[in-house]
């Protein structure tokens, strides 16, 4: 699991890491079952209060995406099919919304922007 934080961004870190956390499960990077690292060592690669880190796990567990097993890791929890799809899309949402907001400011009508973005999705890698 990589993770990379931006203190100067106005987000607060423990929202960086939560965020970051979500999309790489949404997108299949971390898969059920992995485990995270500990609140300790992915504080100190981040160099970041260890309670920040302990407060974004919190936060990731209470609504279901990591599952804490006594004596042993945090892992990613199982999601049910139907809600992984709702995660994927309200990832994407999240996403496409400061896009959407540069569309409106760059005046661009919506047919416009679908078709570059359709034509973006179309192409190779």
């Known amino acids: 699991m990589i993770l990379v934080v931006d203190p ?8 960086q890491v939560v965020e970051q956390v979500r999309f790489q499960v949404s997108s299949g990077v971390l898969k059920p079952g992995d485990e995270v690292p500990s ?5 100190a690669e981040l160099g970041v209060n260890p309670m920040t880190i302990s407060k974004a796990y919190a936060l ?9 097993r006594p004596g042993l890791p945090l ?7 139907a ?15 400061p896009v959407a907001l540069k569309v409106k400011q760059l005046k661009i009508g919506s047919e416009e922007a679908l078709a570059l973005f359709r034509r973006l999705l179309d192409e190779e890698d």
């Open 83 to 97: 809600s992984a799809r709702t995660r994927k899309r309200e990832q994407l949402e999240q996403e496409l919304r």
């Open 60 to 68: 990731l567990e209470s609504e279901g995406t990591l599952e804490r």
């Open 75 to 81: 892992v990613v929890k199982e999601q049910a099919p």
């Open 39 to 43: 609140t300790r060592l992915l504080s």
């Open 8 to 15: 100067h961004s106005g987000i607060p870190v423990y929202r």
